[in-house]
């Protein structure tokens, strides 16, 4: 039923809850497990032209960083993993790729920054996947 697995992750300590979900789902289901990082381009659009590449790398950083603390966790469990790593706006770059890669489950936490970043953003990317995605959603409580 379950043959391609979407886990987007920002790289928060919630998304290892979802994580969890999704091998459980992946080992019975002999699935793959497609491990997305969006890189937020909001966060650079609006900065000061002499501060963007600065905010580029860092989020390149963090995202290198999670999809690399995903597969180490996948590969310990045998999972088939796939990574990607992609810039735009996250809940329309996941509902995007679910649907061109053929995904038959996205997997993802009910909120993942916290503090500012969080309050800072115009509403949940977790909400948004489930109103807009084709694909089934399993929204695992975080926290």
Do not use: C, F, W
Not at 84 to 94: A, F, Q, S, Y
Not at 114 to 142: H, Y
């Amino acid at each position: 039923m379950y043959d391609r697995i979407l886990l987007p992750t920002d790289g928060s300590s919630g998304t290892t809850d979802a994580l969890e979900h999704a091998i459980t789902i992946a080992d019975d289901q002999d699935a793959t497990v497609h491990v997305l990082y969006v890189l937020d381009k909001r966060h650079y659009m609006a900065a000061s032209d002499d501060s963007t590449d600065e905010i580029r790398r860092s989020l390149e950083e963090e995202a290198d960083r999670a999809i690399d603390d995903a597969r180490v966790r996948l590969e310990e469990e045998g999972i088939d993993i796939e990574t990607t790593k992609l810039e735009g706006v996250p809940h329309k770059t996941i509902t995007d790729y679910a649907s061109e890669e053929g995904m038959d489950l996205i997997v993802m936490g009910t909120h993942g920054k916290t503090g500012p970043e969080r309050l800072a953003s115009l509403g949940s990317t977790t909400e948004r996947v489930v109103k807009n995605a084709d694909e089934p959603v399993l929204v695992v409580e975080i926290g």
